[in-house]
Protein backbone atom coordinates (compact mmCIF):
# COMPACT_ATOMS: atom_id res chain seq x y z
CA UNK A 1 0.00 0.00 0.00
CA UNK A 2 1.17 3.25 -0.77
CA UNK A 3 2.17 5.86 2.35
CA UNK A 4 0.64 8.46 2.98
CA UNK A 5 1.42 12.10 4.95
CA UNK A 6 -2.01 12.37 5.86
CA UNK A 7 -5.62 10.73 5.04
CA UNK A 8 -7.03 13.00 2.34
CA UNK A 9 -10.33 14.52 2.98
CA UNK A 10 -10.29 15.33 -1.11
CA UNK A 11 -8.79 13.08 -3.70
CA UNK A 12 -8.15 14.92 -7.50
CA UNK A 13 -8.50 12.95 -10.30
CA UNK A 14 -6.83 13.76 -13.56
CA UNK A 15 -9.32 12.34 -15.84
CA UNK A 16 -7.27 13.65 -19.55
CA UNK A 17 -8.22 9.80 -20.40
CA UNK A 18 -4.40 9.20 -20.61
CA UNK A 19 -4.33 6.57 -18.03
CA UNK A 20 -5.36 7.83 -14.94
CA UNK A 21 -8.77 6.51 -14.66
CA UNK A 22 -9.59 4.64 -18.15
CA UNK A 23 -7.08 3.58 -21.07
CA UNK A 24 -4.93 5.98 -22.87
CA UNK A 25 -6.50 4.55 -26.10
CA UNK A 26 -9.91 5.45 -25.16
CA UNK A 27 -8.92 9.05 -25.91
CA UNK A 28 -6.87 8.49 -28.84
CA UNK A 29 -8.48 5.74 -30.91
CA UNK A 30 -12.17 6.92 -29.70
CA UNK A 31 -12.73 9.94 -28.73
CA UNK A 32 -10.47 11.93 -31.50
CA UNK A 33 -11.44 10.17 -33.87
CA UNK A 34 -15.31 10.23 -33.47
CA UNK A 35 -15.41 13.88 -32.93
CA UNK A 36 -13.33 14.38 -36.49
CA UNK A 37 -16.04 11.57 -38.04
CA UNK A 38 -18.82 14.10 -36.76
CA UNK A 39 -17.68 17.55 -37.42
CA UNK A 40 -18.09 17.69 -40.80
CA UNK A 41 -21.87 16.97 -40.82
CA UNK A 42 -22.23 19.28 -37.94
CA UNK A 43 -20.52 22.09 -39.34
CA UNK A 44 -22.99 21.67 -42.48
CA UNK A 45 -25.99 21.21 -40.63
CA UNK A 46 -25.35 23.93 -37.45
CA UNK A 47 -23.19 27.01 -39.06
CA UNK A 48 -25.16 29.66 -38.20
CA UNK A 49 -27.46 28.34 -35.54
CA UNK A 50 -27.11 29.67 -32.17
CA UNK A 51 -26.18 26.62 -30.52
CA UNK A 52 -22.91 26.13 -32.86
CA UNK A 53 -22.38 29.73 -33.20
CA UNK A 54 -20.53 30.38 -29.46
CA UNK A 55 -18.41 27.07 -30.36
CA UNK A 56 -17.71 28.39 -33.44
CA UNK A 57 -17.14 32.15 -32.42
CA UNK A 58 -14.23 31.14 -30.09
CA UNK A 59 -11.91 29.83 -32.35
CA UNK A 60 -9.47 32.19 -33.91
CA UNK A 61 -11.56 34.62 -36.60
CA UNK A 62 -9.42 33.20 -39.49
CA UNK A 63 -10.32 29.62 -38.67
CA UNK A 64 -14.25 30.56 -38.06
CA UNK A 65 -14.41 32.66 -41.42
CA UNK A 66 -15.35 29.18 -42.83
CA UNK A 67 -16.52 25.45 -42.38
CA UNK A 68 -13.25 24.52 -44.01
CA UNK A 69 -11.21 26.16 -42.44
CA UNK A 70 -12.16 25.36 -39.12
CA UNK A 71 -12.25 21.60 -40.16
CA UNK A 72 -8.58 22.08 -41.13
CA UNK A 73 -7.93 23.48 -38.14
CA UNK A 74 -9.45 20.89 -35.83
CA UNK A 75 -7.89 18.42 -37.69
CA UNK A 76 -4.53 19.55 -37.02
CA UNK A 77 -4.62 20.64 -33.83
CA UNK A 78 -5.89 17.03 -33.12
CA UNK A 79 -2.83 15.66 -35.53
CA UNK A 80 -0.73 17.71 -33.17
CA UNK A 81 -2.45 16.89 -29.64
CA UNK A 82 -2.82 20.52 -28.69
CA UNK A 83 -4.60 21.15 -25.51
CA UNK A 84 -6.41 24.42 -26.13
CA UNK A 85 -10.06 25.66 -24.93
CA UNK A 86 -11.93 26.16 -27.81
CA UNK A 87 -11.14 22.59 -29.10
CA UNK A 88 -11.49 21.41 -25.58
CA UNK A 89 -14.89 23.21 -25.86
CA UNK A 90 -16.04 21.95 -29.40
CA UNK A 91 -14.77 18.46 -28.94
CA UNK A 92 -17.20 18.31 -25.72
CA UNK A 93 -20.66 19.56 -27.74
CA UNK A 94 -19.32 16.70 -30.54
CA UNK A 95 -19.51 14.14 -27.28
CA UNK A 96 -23.23 14.67 -26.50
CA UNK A 97 -24.75 12.91 -29.17
CA UNK A 98 -22.46 10.12 -28.93
CA UNK A 99 -22.62 9.49 -25.24
CA UNK A 100 -26.27 10.07 -25.43
CA UNK A 101 -26.84 7.41 -27.99
CA UNK A 102 -24.79 4.90 -26.16
CA UNK A 103 -21.95 4.85 -28.98
CA UNK A 104 -19.47 6.27 -26.65
CA UNK A 105 -18.81 5.02 -23.02
CA UNK A 106 -15.93 5.37 -21.14
CA UNK A 107 -14.38 2.17 -20.11
CA UNK A 108 -13.17 2.83 -16.41
CA UNK A 109 -10.08 0.56 -14.99
CA UNK A 110 -12.00 -1.89 -12.75
CA UNK A 111 -10.41 -0.11 -9.88
CA UNK A 112 -11.79 3.64 -10.13
CA UNK A 113 -15.56 2.95 -10.04
CA UNK A 114 -15.78 0.95 -6.48
CA UNK A 115 -12.89 3.31 -5.47
CA UNK A 116 -14.72 6.58 -6.03
CA UNK A 117 -18.06 4.91 -4.30
CA UNK A 118 -16.02 3.64 -0.98
CA UNK A 119 -14.25 7.06 -0.87
CA UNK A 120 -17.37 9.02 -0.99
CA UNK A 121 -20.00 7.00 0.98
CA UNK A 122 -17.33 5.33 3.70
CA UNK A 123 -14.19 7.53 3.50
CA UNK A 124 -10.50 6.45 3.58
CA UNK A 125 -10.59 4.15 6.25
CA UNK A 126 -8.33 2.31 8.22
CA UNK A 127 -7.14 2.02 11.50
CA UNK A 128 -6.05 5.46 11.81
CA UNK A 129 -9.16 7.42 10.92
CA UNK A 130 -10.44 9.46 13.60
CA UNK A 131 -13.47 11.74 12.35
CA UNK A 132 -16.39 12.04 14.73
CA UNK A 133 -19.43 11.92 12.90
CA UNK A 134 -20.33 9.99 9.69
CA UNK A 135 -19.75 12.80 7.18
CA UNK A 136 -16.55 13.99 8.15
CA UNK A 137 -15.66 10.33 7.20
CA UNK A 138 -16.24 11.19 3.85
CA UNK A 139 -14.30 11.64 1.04
CA UNK A 140 -14.89 14.61 -1.31
CA UNK A 141 -13.67 13.72 -5.26
CA UNK A 142 -12.99 16.11 -7.53
CA UNK A 143 -11.77 16.36 -11.09
CA UNK A 144 -9.39 18.26 -13.32
CA UNK A 145 -8.73 17.65 -16.96
CA UNK A 146 -7.08 19.59 -19.43
CA UNK A 147 -10.13 18.77 -21.19
CA UNK A 148 -13.63 20.83 -20.67
CA UNK A 149 -16.13 20.63 -17.34
CA UNK A 150 -19.08 19.59 -19.93
CA UNK A 151 -16.64 17.09 -21.48
CA UNK A 152 -15.72 15.75 -18.33
CA UNK A 153 -19.49 15.29 -17.19
CA UNK A 154 -20.06 13.70 -20.66
CA UNK A 155 -17.63 10.87 -18.88
CA UNK A 156 -18.11 10.54 -15.62
CA UNK A 157 -22.20 10.37 -16.50
CA UNK A 158 -21.78 7.36 -19.10
CA UNK A 159 -19.07 4.68 -18.00
CA UNK A 160 -18.99 1.13 -18.21
CA UNK A 161 -19.23 0.92 -14.36
CA UNK A 162 -21.93 -1.47 -12.88
CA UNK A 163 -23.87 -1.15 -11.33
CA UNK A 164 -23.49 2.55 -11.27
CA UNK A 165 -22.67 3.82 -14.64
CA UNK A 166 -23.46 7.86 -13.44
CA UNK A 167 -20.80 8.58 -11.28
CA UNK A 168 -21.68 12.46 -11.57
CA UNK A 169 -23.36 12.45 -8.22
CA UNK A 170 -20.18 11.30 -6.63
CA UNK A 171 -18.30 14.18 -8.16
CA UNK A 172 -17.97 17.32 -5.76
CA UNK A 173 -16.02 19.90 -8.07
CA UNK A 174 -15.23 20.13 -11.41
CA UNK A 175 -11.79 21.79 -13.05
CA UNK A 176 -10.65 22.44 -16.51
CA UNK A 177 -7.52 24.78 -18.15
CA UNK A 178 -10.54 27.33 -18.18
CA UNK A 179 -11.36 27.73 -14.43
CA UNK A 180 -8.05 26.48 -12.96
CA UNK A 181 -5.17 27.06 -15.40
CA UNK A 182 -2.62 24.62 -17.25
CA UNK A 183 -2.26 21.37 -15.34
CA UNK A 184 1.72 21.94 -15.42
CA UNK A 185 1.73 24.73 -13.62
CA UNK A 186 1.76 25.35 -9.80
CA UNK A 187 -0.48 27.99 -9.83
CA UNK A 188 -3.31 26.27 -11.15
CA UNK A 189 -3.41 23.84 -8.47
CA UNK A 190 -3.22 26.71 -5.67
CA UNK A 191 -6.26 27.97 -7.46
CA UNK A 192 -7.97 24.88 -6.93
CA UNK A 193 -7.22 24.77 -3.34
CA UNK A 194 -8.48 28.40 -2.87
CA UNK A 195 -11.54 27.69 -4.81
CA UNK A 196 -14.00 27.74 -1.17
CA UNK A 197 -13.09 24.06 0.25
CA UNK A 198 -11.21 25.38 3.20
CA UNK A 199 -9.09 22.20 3.29
CA UNK A 200 -5.33 22.20 3.94
CA UNK A 201 -3.37 21.46 0.99
CA UNK A 202 -1.76 18.18 2.33
CA UNK A 203 -5.47 16.93 2.76
CA UNK A 204 -5.71 16.54 -1.05
CA UNK A 205 -4.42 13.51 -3.07
CA UNK A 206 -4.04 14.49 -6.45
CA UNK A 207 -3.36 11.49 -8.80
CA UNK A 208 -2.25 11.31 -12.50
CA UNK A 209 0.14 9.45 -14.68
CA UNK A 210 1.58 12.90 -15.75
CA UNK A 211 4.97 13.59 -14.17
CA UNK A 212 5.04 17.15 -14.63
CA UNK A 213 1.42 17.33 -13.01
CA UNK A 214 2.39 15.52 -10.19
CA UNK A 215 5.51 17.87 -9.55
CA UNK A 216 3.24 20.93 -10.00
CA UNK A 217 0.51 19.59 -7.37
CA UNK A 218 3.40 18.87 -4.70
CA UNK A 219 4.58 22.22 -5.40
CA UNK A 220 1.50 23.65 -4.68
CA UNK A 221 1.71 21.66 -1.32
CA UNK A 222 -0.56 18.52 -2.12
CA UNK A 223 0.16 15.20 -1.59
CA UNK A 224 0.44 13.67 -5.03
CA UNK A 225 0.94 10.08 -6.54
CA UNK A 226 2.33 8.85 -10.22
CA UNK A 227 -0.09 6.23 -11.38
CA UNK A 228 1.34 4.09 -14.00
CA UNK A 229 -1.19 1.90 -15.81
CA UNK A 230 -1.07 -0.46 -18.79
CA UNK A 231 0.22 1.34 -22.10
CA UNK A 232 1.39 4.37 -20.32
CA UNK A 233 4.77 6.10 -20.77
CA UNK A 234 7.31 4.23 -19.08
CA UNK A 235 8.61 6.02 -16.12
CA UNK A 236 12.29 6.80 -15.62
CA UNK A 237 14.31 5.46 -12.51
CA UNK A 238 14.62 9.59 -11.72
CA UNK A 239 10.87 9.22 -11.50
CA UNK A 240 10.19 6.76 -9.92
CA UNK A 241 12.87 8.46 -7.02
CA UNK A 242 11.06 11.37 -6.93
CA UNK A 243 7.59 10.46 -6.72
CA UNK A 244 5.18 8.38 -5.16
CA UNK A 245 4.08 5.32 -7.84
CA UNK A 246 0.53 3.53 -7.97
CA UNK A 247 -0.63 1.06 -10.56
CA UNK A 248 -3.96 0.83 -8.89
CA UNK A 249 -6.51 2.48 -6.76
CA UNK A 250 -6.51 -0.33 -4.95
CA UNK A 251 -2.77 0.18 -3.82
CA UNK A 252 -4.06 3.51 -2.14
Not at 62 to 69: C, G, I, K, L, T
Not at 130 to 148: L, T
Not at 184 to 210: M, V
Amino acid sequence: MASLNKQPRIVLLDIDSEGTVCPISFVKDVLFPYALSALPSVLQREWDSPSFRVYRDAFPAEYAASQEALFAHVRDLVARDVKIAYLKSLQGYLWESGYASGELKAPLFPDVAPRIVKWTEEGWGGENQKQEDEEGKKVKVMIYSSGSVPAQKLFFGHTDATPESDLRPRISGWFDTVNAGPKTETESYKRILESGQHIPADEWLFLSDNVREVAAAKEAGMQSFVVERPGNAPLSEEDRAKHRVVRSFDEL
